[in-house]
């Protein structure tokens, strides 16, 4: 259907075709949206290019960000406004730590690989609106990724889950900030779902078999259903939704 016509969105995170990021861009492009790419390293770019092939499209532009380099984000954004000029939607999916700390215990957390996992999956974020906000002079929405390891203690998450616990209280703020421009700040709190980064996060399997056997829906999420939420949250049915954290995640989290 056309539930995003007319609508320019950026998608930021796509690494392959396990990627959530990648979910919400084929049922985007399903929905008309006009979406440009930021990508992260070659192997990302070659990636996209042969998904974008395989589903027809043709002359996306794939913008290359490194969103630890503010220059890098900048001029991303500055390409974003030559191609687009207005921008409607920024899909955030970016999170990285270190392998070795998302195991263990939390104390040994090294002080560099804090900073990283801030840096990369929280504040990212904060740097990402700053430059959207100028090109959405027609209001819009800004959707991240996170993790219920931001509200529990989850076993492994870490210094991840400390991140989410920023990125999230970072969506609050955002959303006082650009409400009074029309643009909606919110994120996604999506159940586990078997991606490259997840497999990051020591004894992954587990924690999906625990998943399972407690949510109220006894199955695990899937990542279509994640793209679904996304997607309201674009359109203009998730107009009025700010500074929310919408769990899409089987009910999990009000029972695990
Ligand atoms: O269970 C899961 N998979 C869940 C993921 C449950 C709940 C939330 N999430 C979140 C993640 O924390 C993340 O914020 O969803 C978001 C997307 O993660 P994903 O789809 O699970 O993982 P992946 O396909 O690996 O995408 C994350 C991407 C990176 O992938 P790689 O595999 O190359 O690390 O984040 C990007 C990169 O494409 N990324 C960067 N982008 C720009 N600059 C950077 C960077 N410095 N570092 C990583």
Same mark, same amino acid.
């Given at each position: 259907?056309?539930? +995003?016509?007319?609508?320019?969105?950026?998608?930021?995170?796509?690494?392959?075709?396990?990627?959530?990021?990648?979910?919400?861009?084929?049922?985007?492009?399903?929905?008309?949206?006009?979406?440009?790419?930021?990508?992260?390293?070659?192997?990302?770019?070659?990636?996209?290019?042969?998904?974008?092939?395989?589903?027809?499209?043709?002359?996306?532009?794939?913008?290359?960000?490194?969103?630890?380099?503010?220059?890098?984000?900048?001029?991303?954004?500055?390409?974003?406004?030559?191609?687009?000029?207005? +921008?409607?939607?920024?899909?955030?999916?970016?999170?990285?730590?270190?392998?070795?700390?998302?195991?263990?215990?939390?104390?040994?957390?090294?002080?560099?690989?804090?900073?990283?996992?801030?840096?990369?999956?929280?504040?990212?974020?904060?740097?990402?609106?700053?430059?959207?906000?100028?090109?959405?002079?027609?209001?819009?929405?800004?959707?991240? +990724?996170?993790?219920?390891?931001?509200?529990?203690?989850?076993?492994?998450?870490?210094?991840?889950?400390?991140?989410?616990?920023?990125?999230?209280?970072?969506?609050?703020?955002?959303?006082?900030?650009?409400?009074?421009?029309?643009?909606?700040?919110?994120?996604?709190?999506?159940?586990?779902?078997?991606?490259?980064?997840?497999?990051?996060?020591?004894?992954?399997?587990? +924690?999906?078999?625990?998943?399972?056997?407690?949510?109220?829906?006894?199955?695990?999420?899937?990542?279509?259903?994640?793209?679904?939420?996304?997607?309201?949250?674009?359109?203009?049915?998730?107009?009025?939704?700010?500074?929310?954290?919408?769990?899409?995640?089987?009910?999990?989290?009000?029972?695990?």
């Amino acid at each position: 259907s056309n539930l +995003l016509k007319d609508k320019n969105i950026l998608i930021m995170g796509v690494a392959n075709k396990w990627s959530i990021a990648w979910s919400i861009s084929k049922k985007f492009i399903g929905e008309k949206a006009n979406v440009t790419f930021t990508y992260f390293g070659e192997k990302s770019k070659a990636n996209l290019e042969k998904f974008l092939k395989q589903e027809g499209i043709e002359n996306a532009t794939l913008i290359s960000c490194d969103v630890t380099k503010d220059e890098d984000i900048q001029r991303a954004f500055e390409e974003l406004k030559d191609k687009m000029g207005v +921008l409607h939607g920024v899909v955030h999916s970016i999170a990285f730590a270190n392998k070795e700390e998302l195991q263990g215990f939390y104390y040994n957390t090294s002080r560099e690989g804090y900073l990283m996992a801030q840096d990369i999956s929280s504040y990212s974020l904060v740097a990402v609106s700053r430059y959207a906000k100028p090109l959405m002079t027609e209001g819009g929405s800004i959707v991240t +990724l996170t993790y219920l390891g931001s509200e529990r203690a989850i076993k492994n998450y870490n210094v991840m889950g400390v991140a989410k616990a920023a990125l999230e209280a970072s969506v609050r703020y955002l959303a006082v900030d650009l409400g009074p421009s029309n643009i909606t700040v919110n994120s996604i709190s999506a159940g586990p779902i078997k991606t490259t980064s997840a497999k990051g996060v020591k004894n992954f399997s587990a +924690l999906l078999k625990g998943f399972e056997e407690v949510a109220p829906m006894r199955r695990l999420v899937k990542t279509e259903e994640v793209a679904n939420t996304a997607l309201f949250l674009c359109s203009d049915l998730g107009t009025g939704v700010t500074g929310e954290n919408i769990h899409v995640d089987c009910g999990y989290h009000i029972v695990g």
